[in-house]
T-cell receptor
Framework: AQSVTQLGSHVSVSEGALVLLRCNYS??????LFWYVQYPNQGLQLLLK??????LVKGINGFEAEFKKSETSFHLTKPSAHMSDAAEYFC????????????FGKGTTLSVSS | DVKVTQSSRYLVKRTGEKVFLECVQD?????MFWYRQDPGLGLRLIYF???????EKGDIPEGYSVSREKKERFSLILESASTNQTSMYLC?????????????FGSGTQLSVL
């Protein structure tokens, strides 16, 4: 069965610092991997997704993630944090087959201080 | 852009009541999903549907049922609400039969069971 582990339920950074949110996955088949973001009082929206085309995936708002099969990881990074990046971030995995669904991690709350 | 509409933003019900949560999407999406979101637990899949009248159990279906009579509408039913079902409920939809597609989320329904 597929699963996702997000390391660190809360990450705090200063404005301008590197953002690193960690995600490890487990899947019996080559996975599809996603990062979603949830701003306060809003639904989730897609940041980026990996579908085997390229291991380094660029998303919206300057975020990117690298798929590392050997480490079963899909960590999310941003070189320079902005106050508006404060939100909850969810990593998710899918086997991509009909009749299956996306499985989410427990989420990481990112705080950005000035 | 795709719109996923959940009928209520906030709902307060009493223990034992039958509760209906409605979700409508306006872009002819095949897949629809119900998740619940709890602090520290992330999103957990309750049920999903990949076609009209089709449904699949997710990770936590106990105490819930669903209905999908029309392609655009996916209802979540709490047969006899209990206090442990107090939660944020998120509906989502995606275009294709497979799950490598982007999920579009509604804004959520915060259900309180007293």
């Amino acid at each position: 069965a597929q699963s996702v582990t997000q390391l660190g339920s809360h990450v705090s950074v200063s404005e301008g610092a590197l953002v690193l949110l960690r995600c490890n996955y487990s899947s019996s088949v080559p996975p599809y991997l996603f990062w979603y973001v949830q701003y306060p009082n809003q639904g989730l929206q897609l940041l980026l997704k990996y579908t085997s085309a390229a291991t380094l995936v660029k998303g919206i708002n300057g975020f990117e993630a690298e798929f590392k099969k050997s480490e079963t990881s899909f960590h999310l990074t941003k070189p320079s944090a902005h106050m508006s990046d404060a939100a909850e971030y969810f990593c998710a995995v899918s086997e991509g087959q009909a009749g299956t669904a996306l499985i989410f991690g427990k989420g990481t709350t990112l705080s950005v201080s000035s | 852009d795709v719109k996923v509409t959940q009928s209520s933003r906030y709902l307060v019900k009493r223990t034992g009541e039958k509760v209906f949560l409605e979700c409508v999407q306006d872009m002819d999406h095949e897949n629809m999903f119900w998740y619940r979101q709890d602090p520290g637990l992330g999103l957990r899949l309750i049920y999903f549907s990949y076609d009209v009248k089709m449904k699949e159990k997710g990770d936590i279906p106990e105490g819930y049922s669903v209905s999908r009579e029309k392609k655009e509408r996916f209802s979540l039913i709490l047969e006899s609400a209990s206090t442990n079902q107090t939660s944020m409920y998120l509906c989502a939809s995606s275009l294709g039969q497979t799950t490598n597609e982007k999920l579009f989320f509604g804004s959520g329904t915060q259900l309180s069971v007293l």
